[in-house]
């Protein structure tokens, strides 16, 4: 199955053999099936010399892409928009394989990704300029908006394919070549989007994909290279401050979504159905591993017996289970690196004082599956407080008044997403004016959109994507001062 659907969409990086993709030339890395191990493909290990001489090629490439109008690149957009939707079902599956989620949620990714492509490839044709009253009349004042140039982008194996085409799709569709580096866990989503893009018409050194192991090779020369004016990461904190630091010197432009510490408010006057819901979707989505996920349930004192119960009732109908498997809601983590993570962070809350009331250990599908896992009575001292899961663990703390939840809310170095709940429109405005967040969900769990800016405060990042503003992070305002008018 995986040779056949897979097939078009890797042909030009890899060819078919003894049972695994390989890659056509050179060194080369595993890439391997977190549900099962199996190996999926070897891909090309490329490093700082072809970063090097993609760098150069799209350098090249520019002043023939930003000659074309709006609506000659709006046209290409579209046609990988439509590209990436008529091959739904195999670039979910080709992403359930190698990143491990549900096939559905999958395929509910490529959607999602491709909503990207659509809207920037609308946005395009509306990236307008203003004019100035001037002070003096002889003078007429004017800004135009300008694609800031080569792009470097270095991308997740969480979202493999949307956190690709909502960088690549503003960058094209501003006037930018770019040059991607996906994540080694999840590079064959990354691989069959440039076949897309190239079956569209994009020009091959518009859009280049390096593909490698050297993490830290590739980003040094993105940060270094001048000829690189844009580089942008969603990824770690501590990843994101070190590409900060070594892009200084060239004074780039950066885009970075960082990390997140989530906090889930469910004040008394919630809609308690409404808030599990949320709640469900906020936390367990792709196994609780995206930067939006939910990492700190607090709850107010007057319902928190209720809830705790309710989502233990809730968390009992989760299916862990390989992603291809019908009915699956929990597929893997990433890499044995992830559930230890998660492990210790268990450990860590039960050894200060946390109720285990689901879970609290590896699943008997696989190595890289955990039980989906709740925990009461968290204490502000438990390092799950402060780190990000990533991993389907729910851990619960009460709270008192509103000052304390948004006080607690609020202690964290990061600002990516909050979420709370009430029926009281008072309250609504009070807490969503205070709260220290880049997005803010109210009696919802799922934020994330095309048409609405993603992007965190803090130490969770600079800049947003996606919206009209994803466009304009592109470009550069250029002002024109038409003086000596008599
Ligand atoms: C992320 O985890 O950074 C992306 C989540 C999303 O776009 O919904």
Not at 50 to 64: D, F, S, T
Not at 148 to 175: D, E, Q, S
Not at 256 to 283: C, H, Q, S, T, V
Request: proline fraction near 5%; hydrophobic fraction near 45%; include cysteine.
């Amino acid at each position: 199955m995986f040779h056949a659907s897979i097939a078009p969409l890797l042909q030009p990086f890899c060819h078919w053999q003894d049972g695994a993709w390989r890659a056509t030339t050179g060194l080369s890395f595993p890439v391997t099936n977190p549900a099962d191990g199996s190996l999926l493909a070897t891909v090309a290990d490329q490093g700082g010399p072809e970063a090097e001489a993609a760098i150069a090629r799209a350098h090249a490439a520019l002043p023939a892409w930003q000659a074309k109008s709006a609506k000659e690149r709006a046209a290409l957009l579209r046609r990988w928009f439509e590209l990436i939707l008529e091959h739904q079902d195999a670039l979910a599956l080709l992403m359930t394989l190698e990143q491990g989620k549900p096939l559905a949620e999958a395929r509910g990714e490529v959607a999602y990704g491709a909503s990207y492509v659509e809207w920037f490839a609308e946005e395009t044709k509306r990236l307008y300029g203003d004019i100035i009253p001037a002070a003096s009349g002889d003078r007429r004042l004017l800004t135009i908006k300008q694609g800031i140039g080569v792009v470097a982008a270095i991308t997740p194996w969480n979202f493999p394919n949307a956190m690709i085409t909502r960088k690549v799709a503003p960058a094209l569709g501003a006037g930018c070549c770019i040059v991607v580096k996906p994540s080694d866990e999840t590079p064959l989503s990354a691989l069959a989007l440039v076949t897309l893009a190239r079956q569209a018409g994009i020009p091959d050194d518009v859009f280049q994909m390096v593909t490698g192991q050297n993490a830290a090779a590739i980003g040094d020369l993105f940060c270094g290279d001048p000829r690189v004016r844009k580089l942008t990461f969603t990824g770690s904190t501590p990843v994101g401050k070190r590409l900060m630091a070594q892009s200084a010197n060239t004074v780039k432009k950066m885009g970075l979504e960082l990390g997140g510490n989530a906090p889930f408010i469910i004040f008394d006057d919630a809609d308690l159905d409404m808030a599990l819901k949320g709640l469900m979707l906020a936390k367990f989505r792709n196994a609780g591993q995206t930067c939006i996920c939910a990492n700190r349930i607090l709850v107010q004192a007057g319902i928190y017996e209720t809830v705790v119960e309710r989502l233990v009732a809730a968390v009992a109908g989760l299916n862990v289970a390989p992603g291809t498997e019908a009915g699956a809601t929990i597929g893997p983590l990433i890499n044995d690196k992830a559930v230890a993570k998660v492990e210790t962070l268990v450990a860590d809350a039960l050894a200060k004082g946390a109720t285990l009331l689901a879970g609290g250990e590896r699943h008997s599908a696989g190595e890289l599956f955990f039980q989906p896992t709740v925990l009461a009575n968290i204490q502000r001292e438990m390092a799950i407080f402060d780190h990000e899961i990533f991993g389907p663990v729910a851990a619960v703390m009460r709270f008192e008044s509103e000052a304390e939840a948004i006080a607690l809310a609020n202690d964290t170095p990061f600002g990516l997403a909050a979420y709370f709940y009430s029926q009281n429109m008072s309250r609504i405005w009070r807490v969503a004016e205070r709260l220290e967040y880049g997005m803010v969900g109210i009696n919802e769990g799922g934020i994330s959109s095309e048409v609405a800016p993603f992007g965190g405060v803090k130490e969770s990042g600079v800049g947003r994507e996606g919206s009209k503003y994803g466009l304009e992070e592109f470009t550069e305002i250029k002002y024109l001062c038409l003086g000596g008018l008599g």
